[in-house]
């Protein structure tokens, strides 16, 4: 398994503000993945982040919405632009280790008021 | 705290019954599943995972069991505990051409499990 830390834990901010959400493991990993989590809902995946490359966004998922950073195998950042209140939501990364498992770090609670 | 679970199913049990959560699955060239629990205010959490080449699989307390034919999935919780309430999801992953995992999982809409003492 990995240890995934992620930075912040929780943040309430304003609409028209941007958000970086830090994700760290404790290990190197070829592929990170950031995931959404809207209020009631299951998961949905935003991005594959790739180290090295540009992020590969999912339908509904725009770089200038959601940039994204890859800069070395242990950490990654996503950054939410330009908030809305329906940006709010849990932001998840995981890792993919050993062959296929996926594990995920604590999330980051985002409220946009 | 986050209202997770207001458009979730819902499993309530007692305390030392077995747990059966399914699951459906949409995509018939999904090779890899994994179970996660999810407990308020965490990230989800690794459980148990299954290939497609099997039909069943055992972990501590907990058994998931695969049926390719009708595309679905189930998770079972044995003696399940009130520590074991939370939200489960099933994920599903395919695999590309040449192997190459897309390491891109499809998450189901979850169950919330409440075990009463």
């Known amino acids: 398994s990995a240890v995934i830390s992620q930075k912040p834990s929780r943040d309430i901010c304003q609409r028209g503000t941007s958000l970086t959400i830090q994700c760290q493991v404790d290990s190197q990993v070829t592929m990170m993945f950031w995931y959404r989590q809207q209020p009631g809902q299951s998961l949905t995946l935003i991005a594959t982040?790739?180290?090295?490359?540009?992020?590969?966004?999912e339908s509904g998922f725009v770089i200038d919405k959601f940039p994204i950073s890859r800069p070395n195998l242990t950490f990654s950042t996503l950054t939410v632009s330009n908030m809305s209140p329906e940006d709010s939501s849990i932001y998840l990364c995981?890792?993919?280790?050993?062959?296929?498992?996926?594990?995920f770090g604590p999330g980051t609670r985002l409220t946009v008021l | 705290g986050e209202s997770v679970g207001l458009h979730l199913p819902t499993l309530s049990v007692q305390e030392g019954d077995n747990s059966i959560i399914n699951c459906a699955y949409s995509n018939s060239a999904s090779d890899y599943f994994i179970w996660y629990k999810q407990e308020s205010g965490k990230g989800p959490q690794f459980i148990i995972d299954?290939?497609?080449?099997?039909d069943k699989r055992q972990g501590q307390r907990v058994t998931v069991l695969l049926n390719k034919t009708v595309k679905h999935l189930s998770l079972q919780i044995a003696a399940t505990q009130p520590g074991d309430s939370a939200v489960y999801f099933c994920a599903e992953n395919s695999r590309g051409a040449g192997g190459t995992s897309y390491g891109k999982l499809t998450f189901g809409q979850g169950t919330i499990l409440t075990v009463h003492p």
């Open positions: 299954i290939r497609s080449n099997m």
């Open positions: 982040a790739n180290q090295g490359s540009e992020a590969t966004y």
């Open positions: 995981s890792v993919e280790a050993g062959r296929d498992e996926q594990f």
